[in-house]
């Protein structure tokens, strides 16, 4: 199993351009996420999906939209990006959640963006 | 030790020393605290949780332990190797019923010198 693979690893952007992140997972889980992650920071969470066809906001979701049309994939989008959106943006997926425990989130290798 | 807020501490040991990393967190109601390591270039990858109800759990060469008095979370590793070297991160989940939102600390870094 490749586990959660991310596409691109390295992209420069210019200012108003888009993009779209692809990540893609091979473990069957019905969660996924996307996270970014600034210099000397901890990760953050920007949207995230509990199925297919489902998504939500997280901690930091302005600038971002993202779409789950299938169950492997999770897509992530920048309609139009600022320089504030320079990050290494980590994709993620877990099983269902289960309160009586606590469901291990896997991570991809991360996506280094560059916004000019 | 490491809490959100504070710029990225490090620490520095020697190989085959133990270490302690430390996190302060700040949210009583979280259920479930985690360990993650992420070696340069990579993705986080899990290394221990505990739950809220818990004090201690042992796993293979670590130790989290727990003291829900003074909100703090430490993460103990035996015989550091120099695989080791990493940044650290504590998150915490379960805040508001979903155990699926982490809310991440800022981290350690751990050099081990050999």
């Known amino acids: 199993n490749a586990g959660v693979t991310q596409t691109p690893k390295f992209r420069v952007l210019k200012t108003g351009q888009s993009m779209t992140l692809l990540c893609a997972q091979d473990m069957n889980h019905e969660y996924m996420y996307w996270y970014r992650q600034d210099p000397g920071m901890g990760l953050r969470l920007i949207h995230y999906s509990v199925g297919e066809g489902t998504t939500a906001k997280g901690e930091v979701p302005d600038g971002y939209n993202v779409s789950r049309l299938k169950k492997q994939n999770f897509l992530l989008g920048l309609e139009s990006a600022a320089p504030s959106q320079t990050s290494v943006y980590f994709c993620?997926?877990?099983?269902?959640?289960?309160?009586?425990?606590?469901?291990?989130?896997?991570f991809g290798p991360g996506t280094r963006l560059t916004v000019l | 030790g490491e809490s959100v807020g504070l710029h990225l501490p490090t620490l520095s040991v020697q190989e085959g020393d133990n270490s302690i990393i430390n996190c302060a967190y700040s949210n009583s109601a979280s259920d479930y605290f985690i360990w993650y390591k992420q070696e340069s270039g990579k993705g986080p990858q899990f290394i221990i949780d505990?739950?809220?109800?818990?004090d201690k759990r042992q796993g293979q060469r670590v130790t989290v332990l727990l003291n829900k008095t003074v909100k703090h979370l430490s993460l103990q590793i035996a015989a550091t190797q120099p695989g080791d070297s990493a940044v650290y991160f504590c998150?915490?989940?379960?805040?508001?019923?979903?155990?699926?939102?982490?809310?991440f600390g800022k981290g350690t870094l751990l050099t081990v010198n050999p």
């Open positions: 505990i739950r809220s109800n818990m």
């Open positions: 998150a915490e989940a379960g805040r508001g019923g979903s155990n699926y939102k982490l809310t």
């Open positions: 993620a997926s877990s099983e269902d959640t289960d309160l009586s425990a606590y469901n291990e989130q896997f």
